[in-house]
């Protein structure tokens, strides 16, 4: 089967400025891809370039077989897209909501509305004022919204932000429900355990796209190796190892030190720093590589 979602030197510009720049990617049917990168990136440029909300300066994209730029009006009604902005009405129940969407895409089927409200656990809270809704529950109604349609592509553009932990698995429970049922997820976040979830990560940064793979893959090839370090104080143990030469990057994990250094640098090297300005080092040991440290070390 062909990809699902196909970029060729995909790119945008405003002006001088360019938002994306020559993006090339595919997606597989049934794959929850998610899309990382600092804001500003260029990722939900991309979404909206893809959905035919924008028209790109360069480059072309096929989504299910369309061509965004000329077929646009009949690709949306095949894909779902929930926005990072709340654009659902206040005023108006959960399920009003709901049955006014349905109606944009022409389902009069009730039963239809109903399957969904049950899909996403909204069927006790139909009668509820969406203004009276929390945070991860309006969350629930926006996917809610991208899916009555039953679309076979959905974005999901940062799905999850402002929502608590728990209510944040239980989002990413519905959309791996989706995606059992043939269902394909593109997923902006910027959320380093929610990327763990996709089957494919991309990174992007100022307008590039970096890298894809799986999470496993991208941690393998992650350009050096992390060591944890206990010590103290560590404010100044950060200093100092960022000034070792072959250090990439060191941050604050906690109640230690997380290092990504090149592969020639040992921990003598690293404790000897440490030492040498004075600092007690409790312990110093290599770590597995995590998302985050992939991220950052591309961001």
Same mark, same amino acid.
């Given at each position: 089967?062909?990809a699902?979602?196909?970029t060729?030197?995909?790119?945008?510009?405003?002006?001088d400025f360019?938002?994306?720049?020559?993006?090339?990617?595919?997606?597989?049917?049934g794959?929850?891809?998610?899309?990382?990168?600092p804001?500003?990136?260029?990722?939900?440029?991309?979404?909206?370039?893809?959905?035919?909300?924008?028209?790109?300066?360069?480059?072309r994209?096929?989504?299910l077989?369309y061509?965004?730029?000329r077929?646009?009006?009949?690709l949306?009604a095949?894909?779902?897209y929930?926005?990072q902005?709340?654009?659902?009405?206040?005023? *108006?129940t959960?399920?009003?909501?709901?049955?006014?969407?349905?109606?944009?895409?022409?389902?009069q089927k009730?039963n239809?509305?109903?399957?969904?409200?049950?899909?996403?656990?909204?069927?006790?809270?139909?009668?509820?004022?969406?203004?009276?809704?929390p945070?991860g529950?309006?969350?629930?109604?926006?996917l809610? %919204? !991208?899916?009555?349609?039953?679309?076979?592509?959905?974005?999901?553009?940062?799905?999850?932000?402002? %929502?608590?932990?728990?209510?944040?698995?239980a989002f990413?429970?519905?959309?791996?429900?989706?995606a059992?049922?043939?269902?394909?997820?593109m997923?902006?976040?910027?959320?380093?355990?929610?990327?763990e979830?996709?089957q494919?990560?991309?990174i992007?940064?100022?307008?590039r796209?970096?890298? %894809?793979?799986?999470?496993?893959g991208l941690?393998?090839n992650?350009?050096?190796?992390?060591?944890?370090?206990?010590?103290?104080?560590?404010?100044? !143990?950060?200093?100092?190892?960022q000034a070792?030469p072959?250090?990439?990057?060191?941050?604050?994990?906690?109640?230690?030190?997380?290092?990504?250094a090149q592969?020639?640098?040992?921990?003598?090297?690293? !404790?000897a720093?440490?030492?040498?300005?004075? *600092?007690?080092?409790?312990?110093?040991?290599?770590?597995?590589?995590?998302?985050?440290?992939?991220?950052?070390?591309? !961001?």
């Amino acid at each position: 089967m062909s990809a699902v979602i196909l970029t060729e030197n995909l790119t945008r510009r405003f002006g001088d400025f360019v938002a994306v720049d020559h993006l090339n990617f595919s997606i597989e049917p049934g794959e929850v891809v998610g899309w990382l990168g600092p804001n500003g990136c260029g990722k939900t440029t991309t979404i909206r370039m893809l959905l035919g909300l924008l028209l790109p300066s360069g480059g072309r994209a096929e989504v299910l077989g369309y061509d965004p730029v000329r077929q646009a009006e009949a690709l949306r009604a095949r894909v779902g897209y929930m926005s990072q902005r709340f654009v659902l009405y206040t005023d *108006l129940t959960v399920r009003e909501n709901l049955v006014f969407y349905a109606g944009m895409y022409g389902i009069q089927k009730q039963n239809q509305v109903w399957d969904v409200l049950e899909q996403t656990g909204l069927a006790d809270a139909a009668g509820t004022r969406t203004s009276d809704l929390p945070v991860g529950w309006r969350q629930r109604l926006s996917l809610a %919204v !991208a899916i009555v349609h039953r679309p076979s592509l959905l974005f999901l553009d940062e799905p999850t932000s402002g %929502v608590d932990p728990v209510a944040r698995r239980a989002f990413w429970d519905l959309i791996y429900a989706r995606a059992a049922g043939g269902v394909t997820v593109m997923v902006t976040t910027h959320y380093m355990d929610e990327a763990e979830y996709c089957q494919r990560v991309g990174i992007m940064r100022a307008g590039r796209l970096l890298a %894809v793979d799986t999470p496993a893959g991208l941690k393998q090839n992650l350009a050096g190796q992390v060591w944890e370090v206990f010590t103290a104080p560590l404010i100044p !143990a950060l200093e100092t190892l960022q000034a070792v030469p072959g250090v990439l990057r060191t941050g604050l994990n906690s109640d230690a030190l997380r290092v990504v250094a090149q592969p020639h640098v040992t921990r003598e090297q690293l !404790a000897a720093a440490l030492v040498d300005a004075g *600092l007690v080092v409790e312990r110093l040991e290599r770590a597995a590589p995590t998302l985050e440290d992939v991220f950052l070390a591309f !961001a």
